[in-house]
């Protein structure tokens, strides 16, 4: 039980590590702490009435979903307006909202889910960062 928990943690740690890389953001360590503590935040929460030995009165899912929305605030504080009338850090504040997301998959034992999800998106990174 322990050593899959700690595995969880290790693969969320890893995918925020790559999702940060492929951002090139000057804070690219973020996204292994936003990943590692979205999936503690999940298992904690999923797991939580188990240890407890509480009956499921509650959506356990609830705390994770916060996570969504948290991220989803500090994401705007990411994006603005250049003077040249650009739109600038849209890539960095959708990639924290995905790796938030990865983490919780991550954090409810989806580790393929995510990973195949990883490889789509650095895909994705690497398909429109080439100069066409």
């Known amino acids: 039980m322990l050593g899959d928990f700690l595995l969880r943690i290790i693969v969320a740690a890893a995918v925020g590590t790559l999702i940060g890389i492929r951002t090139n953001s000057a804070a690219s360590r973020m996204f292994v702490i936003i990943c590692t503590g979205a999936a503690l935040l999940t298992i904690v929460s999923t797991e939580f009435y188990k240890v407890a030995n509480y009956p499921w009165f509650s959506d356990p899912g609830r705390l994770s979903a916060q996570v969504i929305v948290a991220l989803g605030f500090l994401g705007t504080g990411l994006i603005w307006v250049s003077e040249k009338q650009e739109v600038k ?40 960062t080439l100069k066409m």
């Open 89 to 128: 850090g849209l890539t960095v504040a959708a990639s924290i909202w995905l790796t938030a997301i990865l983490g919780i998959v991550i954090g409810c034992g989806q580790g393929i889910v995510s990973l195949i999800t990883l490889i789509i998106v650095v895909i994705g990174y690497l398909v429109f």
